[in-house]
C-alpha cells in the first residue's frame, strides 16, 4: 500500500489509476479506523479497480467547544489495518495540502446543514461539504463511500454532489454494530465501562420505535416518545434530538412516510449519533 | 458546430473530445457575444484541441431589482459568430438543467464576493461561484477563459478554484475596447448616443490615473480622486465604486503597489464596469 501525503504525487497516482479504464474507489474518513470504515473499503474493493482511503482530521469541521485536539490519532494502527485488507493507498494529507494559506471559499448546503446535527454544531456540516469537495476534486474518484451511520452527512453530500453535478457516484454502505447494537464510532472509545453499556440504548430506542412503525404507528411524535422513554431510563439525559425524518430529504413529517429515526445524544462527555430507516 | 442542450449529450461530447489527449478549452458565457467574446474563444483556439463556449444567462447572478429579464437573447446572431471562428461546440441549458429541481447548494468565496461590485450587487457574486462551479464539473474542461473585463469575476474565480482544488486552468484574456476606448459589454447596447459618448470617460478616468501612477503618484486615494473628476466631468454623476487594489489580492492599498483600478459607474440606467493594471 502507497501512502502519499502530497497532491502531485496524489495526482500521478490518480492519472495511473484512471488509466485502461480503471475505476477509483475512495474513501474519506479521519483516521482511527474500525470495521465500519474497513466494511467501506471492502464495498469499494468490489467494483473499483484501486482503492484510495484518505485520512484527515479535517479542523474546519470541529466547533471551537468540540474534540478536534482530542480527536484520536491511530495512523500506524489505521495503516496496518489497511494493509490487511488490500486498501491500494492511503492519502495522508497536512492541513496545508487541503487549505494552502488564504482561502476563501466554502460549499454550503441549506436548509439541510442547519438542522439535526447542524443546529446544535454550527458549522460543521459546512466544514464538510468543503473538505469533501477539496478532496473529491483532487482525488478524482468515480465513486465515494460514505457510512450510513453519518445519515445526515451522507445525505447532505449525495445532495451537494447531485447540486453541483460533481462527476461521482455517492455510495452509502450499512452501519457495522457491535454484539450488542451499538454502532461503531471512533468516539467510543471516549466511554467509560457504565457509558459503553448505557450507550446501547439508542439501538434500542432506534429498535423500539422500528417496531411502533411496523405495527402501524404512524406519529412521529408517537414514534420519538418511544425512543426517548428507552434512553432516559437508560439514564441518557442530554439528548440533542430524537426525529423521525423522510428517509431520502430529512424532511419533517407529522404522519410519517418512508422514515428514518435519527438520534444524537451525549452519554457521559461523548457525544453519540445513531440512525435507522424504519420500514426495513 | 454542434449544439449541445441537455447533459448526456453534453457528457458524450466531452468524453470523446478529452480521448487520445483531447485538450478541451471551455468559455461560459450569457450570450449577447460580441469581439470580447470572441477573443476568448480564439485564444482557447490556440492551445486546446476542443472548444466549447456556453450561454446561459444564470438566473441567481442577478438581484430583483436588475435586468434579468431583459438581458439581450440573440442565439441566433450569437450562432452565426461562434460558427464563423469555427468554435467546436455551444452548449445551450434551459434553467432545469443547470439546476434540478431542489437544490440547496451554494459556493461562497469571503470576503472578495462582498466587496467592489459585490456590495451593491448582494448575491451577485455567489451566483456566479455556483453556476460556474455547476459547469466545470459539467464540461470538465482543461483550461476556461475569462474576460479581463469582469476583473473581480475573474479575481474570485481564480481564488474559487485554487481553494477548491478544481482541475482547471483559468486562463485571463484582456479586454477588448471600441475605437474610442469603450469596454465592449453585452450592456452597451442600453445605452443612448449621448450615455455611448460620456461611457468612454470610464476609460479616460482609467488612463488618467495610470498616468499620475506612473509619474510615481501612490496614494490611492489621489489616483481615484482624479479619476472621479473626469467620470463627473463628463456628466457621470452615479458613480458606484473609483477604487484602486492590489492586483491579484484586490486588497485594499493606502500606498499602492502593484495596482489595478477598478470602476463602476451607472451611464443613465445603464451599470458599466471597467478596469485597468496602472504599472501596464
Request: aromatic content about 8%; some cysteine; hydrophobic content about 40%.
Amino acid at each position: 500500500m502507497i501512502v502519499i501525503e502530497d497532491r502531485q504525487s496524489l495526482d500521478s497516482w490518480v492519472e495511473q489509476s484512471r488509466m485502461w479504464g480503471g475505476k477509483v474507489g475512495f474513501i474519506p474518513t479521519m483516521g482511527a479506523l474500525h470495521e465500519g470504515h474497513l466494511a467501506l473499503v471492502r464495498e469499494a474493493k468490489k467494483t473499483c479497480t484501486q482503492t484510495i482511503v484518505s485520512i484527515f482530521v479535517n479542523p474546519t469541521q470541529f466547533g471551537p467547544e468540540e474534540d478536534f485536539s482530542q480527536y484520536p490519532r491511530t495512523f500506524e494502527k489505521d495503516r496496518a489495518l489497511l494493509e490487511e485488507i488490500a486498501c491500494d493507498a492511503v492519502f495522508l494529507p497536512s492541513p496545508e495540502v487541503i487549505y494552502p494559506p488564504g482561502g476563501q471559499t466554502y460549499v454550503a448546503v441549506e436548509p439541510l446543514a442547519s438542522q439535526l446535527c447542524g443546529a446544535s454544531r454550527p458549522g460543521h456540516f459546512q466544514g464538510v461539504a468543503t473538505v469533501v469537495t477539496i478532496l473529491l476534486n483532487l482525488v478524482r474518484p468515480h465513486a465515494a463511500y460514505f457510512g450510513v451511520k453519518d445519515y445526515q452527512q451522507l445525505t447532505l453530500i449525495k445532495q451537494m454532489v447531485r447540486d453541483l453535478a460533481m462527476a461521482v457516484e455517492v455510495v452509502g454502505v450499512p452501519i457495522v454494530r457491535e454484539e450488542d447494537g451499538l454502532a461503531l464510532s471512533s468516539r467510543n472509545r471516549y466511554l467509560t465501562a457504565k457509558e459503553r453499556q448505557q450507550a446501547t440504548a439508542l439501538y434500542k430506542a432506534l429498535l423500539a420505535a422500528q417496531s411502533l412503525f411496523k405495527n402501524g404507528e404512524l406519529k412521529a411524535i408517537k414514534l420519538e416518545k418511544a425512543a426517548r422513554k428507552i434512553l432516559y431510563e437508560s439514564g441518557i439525559e442530554q439528548i440533542d434530538y430524537v426525529e423521525v425524518r423522510h428517509r431520502k430529504t430529512l424532511a419533517c413529517q407529522l404522519s410519517v412516510e418512508d422514515p428514518v429515526m435519527l438520534i444524537a445524544a451525549k452519554v457521559g462527555k461523548t457525544r453519540l449519533i445513531d440512525n435507522m430507516v424504519l420500514s426495513t
